[in-house]
């Protein structure tokens, strides 16, 4: 098996050093006094490839989740299935969430940010800080408890898909779009179904094209925050880069809870499958999943593994594997917390209890609809940075390390895959030789 296809590999190296010469020229730029040339010459590179993530942000969302909602057409006679596998994936993510929230609440990691940074951020974005207080002043006087939900379902639907803030609704009109091709007769439902597999294909393609400028979009976006950050003071540079560090050690702890912890539990609760067994063939599937950063590269090796080591039945293995490669990215999840408060502590933004609530429930529905493609789930975090009322900016900070991260949390993915297949196998007696 094909560990990963050869332009994942260049990426990889080219990004790797797209980070490291983004940081040797940030220095730099801060020590000669570039500063004015790197605003001129090097950042706009930056925006335009931060500007080619989000505007496949909607039409990347509709196509995956209204293809994996319309999936389960096909298992009519195994409907039971389907609903124990949607529903352990969403209580995993949300554990997933969870978890990420609480390391960033308790460890804090925005607030390694040197100081002077903080304040230049929070200086360029005090009408959007003042802006936002103000529209959570009114919101406490005028909401009510279930106003969330009224969000959600919107008056329109074309105005809902002009912003990548109204992702809530989004993903509302193609769960209600998925369930609606499922009802209508398939001959009906087949040339829709034709079209978004259409445009799924299409989006992806230009997810790959994007992220093959992402070196040179690394580059511009460290480059730019450290002359920013250091301004006279290279040495300041230094504390950027711890904070950077530690930033990602909390993501990693997080996401070491959720494969050592939480998936063992779930298995000893919910499945007769020893961890001797489960570990030894969960590390094969993650290797190709680390390599690739793509849940749907490895899913070849996920069902192989899954039936041949975990004694996975075909039945089971062909609905919730496949099924999982689309809806279920507990890593992405996790590390999208953590990303969104360590931003949020960075530029000076507090967030709220139902901030935090609306972390949550994004996460969750929009992992539904991330494709299982490198680059996607940094897509999916700008997304919860506008639902959450934080400049998505902000997250050049953390771009630049997203690849090493990305490597991880897809490995996360699919373990929880795994793991979902083995308790839904065990609850319909379809786990074999355990």
């Known amino acids: 098996m094909n560990k990963a296809t050869p332009w994942h590999r260049t990426l990889w ?22 500063g004015d040339f790197t605003a001129d010459f090097v950042s706009p590179f930056g925006t335009i490839f931060f500007n080619g993530l989000q505007v496949i942000a909607v039409p990347l969302v509709v196509a995956s989740l209204v293809l994996g909602v319309a999936s389960l ?39 390694r940010v040197p100081e002077a940074l903080q304040q230049e951020l929070a200086a360029e974005y005090e009408d959007a800080a003042a802006s936002r207080e103000g529209q959570a002043a009114a919101m406490a006087e005028e909401r009510g408890p279930l106003s969330m939900l009224e969000d959600i379902v919107p008056a329109n639907a074309v105005s809902s898909a002009t912003s990548n803030r109204n992702m809530l ?39 790959h094209i994007v992220m093959l400028m992402a070196p040179v979009g690394v580059f511009a976006l460290i480059a730019t925050a450290i002359t920013g950050m250091a301004g006279d003071d290279p040495g300041q540079v230094a504390q950027l880069l711890g904070a950077l560090g530690f930033y990602c050690l909390v993501v990693v702890g997080g996401l070491a809870t959720q494969m050592l912890v939480v998936y063992p539990l779930i298995l000893r609760l919910f499945t007769p ?10 590390a094969q599937v993650q290797l190709v999943a680390f390599s690739t950063s793509s849940s749907g590269a490895t899913l070849p090796v996920t069902m192989d593994r899954a039936k041949r080591d975990l004694g996975v039945s075909d039945e089971v293995s062909s609905f919730v594997l496949p099924l999982g490669a689309t ?25 709220g209890l139902e901030g935090q609530l609306t972390i949550v429930i994004t996460a969750v529905l929009v992992s539904i609809g991330t494709a299982a493609v490198p680059g996607a789930g940094i897509i999916m975090l700008v997304i919860i940075l506008q ?20 490597m991880i949390r897809t490995a996360t993915n699919v373990t929880g895959d795994l793991t979902v297949a083995s308790v839904v196998a065990a ?8």
Not at 77 to 95: D, E, L, M, N, P
Not at 327 to 351: C, K, P
């Open 13 to 34: 190296f080219r990004i790797l050093l797209g980070l490291i010469l983004g940081i040797v020229y940030g220095v730099a730029a801060a020590a000669f006094g570039w």
């Open 73 to 111: 057409s096909d298992m009519r006679k195994v409907s039971r299935i389907g609903g124990k596998t949607i529903a352990i994936y969403i209580a995993t993510t949300a554990i997933s969430v969870t978890i990420g929230l609480l390391y960033a609440n308790l460890l804090q990691p925005g607030d």
């Open 169 to 207: 609704q989004v993903v509302f009109l193609s769960l209600l779009f998925g369930i609606a091709l499922i009802r209508i007769p398939s001959d009906r439902a087949g040339p829709l179904l034709g079209f978004f597999k259409g445009l799924e294909s299409v989006v992806i393609e230009i997810v």
């Open 273 to 282: 499958m020893p961890w001797r067994r489960f570990f030894p063939a969960a």
């Open 327 to 351: 809806v279920n990215m507990d890593g992405t999840a996790l590390y999208q917390a953590v990303a969104a408060l360590f931003i949020a502590q960075a530029l000076g933004l507090g967030v």
């Open 387 to 406: 639902a959450i009322g934080v400049p998505a900016a902000g997250v050049a900070l953390i771009l630049g390390v997203d690849r090493i991260l990305d």
């Open 427 to 434: 609850s319909e007696n379809q786990l074999r030789d355990v």
